[in-house]
DNA sequence: AATTATCTTGGAATGATTCTAATCCTCACT
DNA sequence: AGTGAGGATTAGAATCATTCCAAGATAATT
């Protein structure tokens, strides 16, 4: 079940939210992302945009203006790994991710139920975290 | 109770185990990291021995050499927050790290037996990850 | 001592990202 | 329709951590 918020929709909405506007270059930066699950880097969404509706015309610096504007709007999150370019993520829901050292890819794990809350459980008194990541490396047999 | 690995001595083993020479930089850069264990930057560690060891000429880049030479022999880890510059960490039992906002610290947090394995069989089938890595964000009160 | 391999180093190059300052839109109000 | 204010986009410069490079220093081996 997909969170309402994943939506084309639903970006109208929380940029407006915030006193922004619904420009066409944030829809199909958006656009991207909910189409492109694999956890794209600027210049891969730049290069999708680029290939696949060259009509639209957008910037490098417009992609991460976007993102940066999407992330705020907690539409987005940004995920690291090691030093290398930032990659977006329109998972809202708690998870993992699995970086697949072979391929170079990610992808998501689910979380059980609890595992956050006994993830917090072990922090030591006078520890209050407002997040968790956690990220796998390793590689990821066929039958993903 | 500490590794034995995580003293000076063991650097000339270990590095000599790759036929690498113990050198001078490396021993020093090696003792800050010992010494100083707050999970300095490659800046930081350059900092240091500027400031307190400053017959040892040490250039950045032999700083960044050497821990990339420890980081290969298996006596540091990097360990990276977001964006920012790489940290290096010799503590080298397997820790979740704690990053408090509002001070931009970073510590180790030991992890309770079995929850390395309890994380591992979460995954789907299939998956073979090689290493975790858990970091919390948030602020650790004044008793940390 | 000559040869060879390893190390260190300053400075140039790289790559992702951010900054800047100019231009462009869009909308409300005349 | 015309104007003005603020938001949005953009090209290109600037930044920052890191890596690369080519040269010189150091140490080990012959």
């Known amino acids: 079940m997909r969170n309402v918020l994943e939506t084309p929709e639903g970006l109208a909405e929380r940029l407006a939210h915030s006193g922004l506007r619904p420009t066409e270059q944030r829809k199909v930066v958006y656009g991207v992302l909910l189409k492109n ?14 290939s696949e509706m060259p009509s639209a015309a957008v910037s ?11 992330v ?12 290398g370019p930032t990659r977006y993520c329109p998972n809202l ?12 890819t990610i992808h ?4 059980p139920a609890g595992l956050l809350e006994q993830l917090h459980s072990i922090l030591p008194p006078g520890h209050q975290a407002n997040s968790v990541e956690i990220i796998f490396r390793g590689k ?5």
């Open 93 to 104: 829901r708690p998870h993992a991710h699995f970086h697949d050292e072979a391929t170079d």
């Open 60 to 70: 490098m610096a417009t992609v991460y203006n976007c993102l940066e504007t999407l």
């Open 140 to 144: 990821s047999g066929p039958s993903s």
């Open 72 to 83: 705020q709007c907690n539409l987005v999150r940004q995920v690291n790994f090691e030093r």
């Open 37 to 50: 699950r694999n956890h794209p880097t600027a210049d891969e969404v730049f290069a999708h945009i680029r």
């Open 108 to 111: 998501d794990i689910e979380l």
